[in-house]
C-alpha cells in the first residue's frame, strides 16, 4: 500500500521524503535520542542513505517496510521517524520501532505514535500481531508500549550488538483483537 497517510489527535504519520534528512538526522544523529536505539547516532549522508531506501522501498511489490515521519499536526514540523517492518517468519506480523526527537518527549507524543502505527499495522494493513523491543535502561519506553495498550513479552538476551558490547532486549506485542477491543474503550 502506497501512500501510507493516517492522523491521530495531534500527529500525522505520512510516507517520508528526501525534504526529511536535516529533520531525521537531528534524531538519528542525537546522543541523546539514540542513547538507547540498537545503533550508534549517524552521520548527514547516512541518513540520506536510510530514506532514500525508503523510498525505494516504500514502492515495492510486496510492500514489507513502512517508514513513516511522524509529524506535529499543528505545526507541521518532524518530531520523529517510525519503522513497521513486515516479519517474513511471521505471517500478518510485523515489527515496530519509532525515535523521537528530546524536545518532543514528555507529552505523550510517543503513546499516540505506537497507537499511530498500531492503527496503521491493524486498521489499513489488516495484520495480526505487532512487536516491539526496547533496550532494558529505556524505561520511558517500557511506560510508553504499555500506555499504548501493549503487553511485555519478555527477555531477548544479548539480542543488540551497539557502542562496542551486547545488550539484551524487552520485548511487547499486541494483536489485532486486543487492538480491537482497546479501540472500543476509546471515548472520542
Known sequence: MYPVEHTSPRLLLREITIDDVDAVHAIYGNPEATEHLSFEPRTRDQVGQIIARSMTTATATPRDEYCLAVVERDTDHLIGYARLALDPHQP????????????????????????????????????????????????????????????????IRQHVHVRGTWRDSITYSTLDVEWEAGQQKVVP
Open 92 to 155: 500478518q506480523a510485523a515489527t515496530m520501532g519509532l525515535a523521537l526527537h528530546p524536545a518532543a518527549w514528555g507529552v505523550g507524543y510517543g503513546t499516540e505514535t505506537v497507537r499511530a502505527v498500531c492503527a496503521v499495522a491493524f486498521d489499513t494493513l489488516d495484520l495480526h500481531r505487532v512487536w516491539a523491543a526496547r533496550a532494558p535502561l529505556n524505561t520511558a519506553s517500557h511506560k510508553t508500549l504499555l500506555r499504548a495498550g501493549m503487553t511485555e513479552e519478555g527477555r
